[in-house]
């Protein structure tokens, strides 16, 4: 029986808005209801991602391309005239289909988005690569006349930096696969005075990057892959500054302002995973000068482990990846096993393979943690690493027998959690460790692996398995609680 028809508009509406653009324009063909009320969505996206398939032959890519364009004229045609809350353009190409985009900017002038975003960038585009395409669109005047948006996201769209000071009310701004000079930097951030949160991806042009202004209320920062030229200088003066994600292979030499406090970062997320060779390039300590809250480190390619040690700053939280449990602990004659420090980490994430290479880094981190509360062991897939493979003799004792018991262990660790459980020996050896030692633990939770390939194609019968090797354990806490999802 249909119940949902019977609910009264108002709470259909809730029903709607909630729901991913995709959803809602499918449930359109449920009945005449829902294909009046489907258009009354207040977050549209019109994706042409979701109608031409990337690897489809050219003429079938034009068809689809056209099928389309069909549908967000049909779409914007039978719209109700009301306001809409957030409007997401993704279409590559624009500059042969000029009147569809206008179209569909007079559309979000007119139903008051106040979120724009606007993504003419192409999806054979390399995402991890340094390439650089010119964008052949600008931002139409209608859209800078739209003095309400409080949101703007434009990628591969030219615009004019003294024009974005119309809106006043903006306070998110991603820009990317553009252009950026400092120049068009510095007018952005002194037209926009009201923004918090600045992300850039994949812009190049830009001799240095250059984030200050007067009263700069910047609370979130992102630079993701752009192409910063030599010295590769970063100059950062945002006192309300609390969140900032770098991620690249060259990592710029960072330059605080005078009134720059950054004790208070809330967050530090460094993805350096395309860093190749530090030789020639700025020192990783230059940006790590920053003393965060939280620090995630994604290093896939250090000069050595005790580098990876020498730029962890003190944290709240920390992720570190599975190329750093394996590099973190040498055996080798020329590489001694690195002494552990004690970290402030309180909530520590591992990206692991559980490969055995990682049990000793696992250990270390655990070690150098007494004061965790909360431990997340989240599975990646199996990547190869050339590089300090710490040689294990016996992985199959990493967890038993006479083993140290580390101080988080049995004095603060509470919350337990395993992402994408794949239910491997160490995986299980790593599980009743904790469970057997740790004393004070609350919660464990369990979440299996969707993959068919590793539990059989059964995932039901997983879990089942999961639970009763969970509750097997002679488990040292009295309060635990076991969640198998």
């Known amino acids: 029986m249909d119940k949902f028809s019977q609910l009264p508009e108002p709470?259909?509406?809730?029903?709607?808005?909630?729901?991913?653009?995709?959803?809602?324009?499918?449930?359109?063909?449920?009945?005449?209801?829902?294909?009046?009320?489907?258009?009354?969505?207040?977050?549209?996206?019109?994706?042409?991602?979701?109608?031409?398939?990337?690897?489809?032959?050219?003429?079938?890519?034009?068809?689809?391309?056209?099928?389309?364009?069909?549908?967000?004229?049909h779409w914007i045609d039978n719209s109700p005239k009301t306001p809409v809350g957030t409007v997401a353009l993704t279409f590559s190409e624009p500059e042969n289909f000029q009147q569809f985009v206008l179209d569909c900017i007079q559309f979000c002038v007119k139903h008051v988005v106040k979120q724009l975003a606007l993504d003419f960038s192409d999806p054979a585009w390399d995402e991890l690569g340094y390439d650089y395409h010119e964008s052949y669109f600008d931002l139409p005047l209608d859209v800078?006349?739209?003095?309400?948006?409080?949101?703007?996201?434009?990628?591969s769209c030219n615009f004019d930096a003294?024009?974005?000071?119309?809106?006043?009310?903006?306070?998110h701004i991603s820009l990317g696969w553009i252009a950026l000079p400092v120049s068009l930097q510095e007018t952005l951030l002194a037209q926009c005075r009201l923004v918090e949160s600045l992300s850039l991806k994949k812009c190049w042009g830009m001799n240095s990057l250059d984030v200050r202004g007067n009263d700069l209320k910047l609370k979130t920062l992102v630079v993701d892959r752009?192409?910063?030229?030599?010295?590769?200088?970063?100059?950062?003066?945002?006192?309300?500054?609390?969140?900032?994600?770098?991620?690249?292979?060259?990592?710029?030499?960072?330059?605080?302002?005078?009134?720059?406090?950054?004790?208070?970062?809330e967050e530090l997320d460094l993805d350096l995973s395309p860093v190749i060779d530090f030789h020639g390039s700025a020192s990783p300590n230059s940006i790590l000068d920053i003393l965060p809250r939280s620090l995630v480190i994604d290093f896939h390619s250090v000069a050595s482990p005790n580098s990876i040690l020498d730029i962890l700053p003190p944290s709240r939280k920390l992720t570190v990846c599975s190329y750093t449990l394996r590099v973190i602990i040498n055996h080798t004659e020329q590489e001694p096993i690195i002494p552990s420090p004690?970290?402030?980490v309180t909530d520590l994430t591992l990206k692991t393979t559980m490969h055995h290479h990682e049990q000793l880094g696992i250990k270390f981190f655990l070690n150098c943690c007494p004061h965790l509360e909360t431990l997340t062991i989240k599975r990646?897939?199996?990547?190869?690493?050339?590089?300090?493979?710490?040689?294990?003799?016996?992985?199959?004792?990493?967890?038993?027998?006479?083993?140290?018991?580390?101080?988080?262990?049995?004095?603060?660790?509470?919350m337990v959690e395993v992402k994408d459980y794949m239910g491997s020996q160490h995986e299980l050896d790593l599980l009743s460790y904790l469970l057997t030692h740790g004393r004070i633990v609350e919660q464990l939770t369990v979440v299996t692996s969707s993959d068919e390939e590793v539990n059989g194609g059964n995932p039901e019968e997983f879990r089942l398995k999961a639970r009763e090797f969970l509750h097997q354990v002679e488990a040292a806490s009295p309060k635990l609680e076991i969640t198998v999802l």
């Open 11 to 73: 709470l259909l509406l809730i029903i709607i808005a909630n729901l991913p653009f995709k959803e809602a324009a499918r449930n359109s063909i449920l009945s005449k209801l829902w294909r009046r009320l489907g258009r009354s969505t207040q977050i549209v996206e019109f994706n042409e991602r979701f109608f031409v398939k990337t690897d489809a032959a050219p003429a079938d890519r034009a068809i689809q391309r056209l099928t389309f364009i069909d549908f967000v004229r």
């Open 144 to 155: 800078y006349n739209h003095r309400v948006l409080e949101s703007l996201a434009l990628f």
């Open 162 to 171: 003294d024009l974005v000071g119309n809106f006043h009310l903006l306070k």
């Open 226 to 265: 752009c192409s910063i030229h030599y010295p590769h200088s970063f100059y950062l003066e945002a006192p309300k500054l609390n969140y900032l994600k770098f991620v690249g292979g060259d990592v710029p030499a960072l330059t605080t302002g005078e009134r720059s406090e950054f004790n208070f970062f």
């Open 342 to 344: 004690r970290l402030t």
């Open 380 to 414: 990646c897939p199996e990547e190869i690493y050339e590089y300090y493979v710490t040689p294990v003799l016996k992985p199959q004792e990493m967890w038993k027998g006479t083993v140290e018991v580390y101080e988080c262990i049995t004095r603060t660790l509470r």
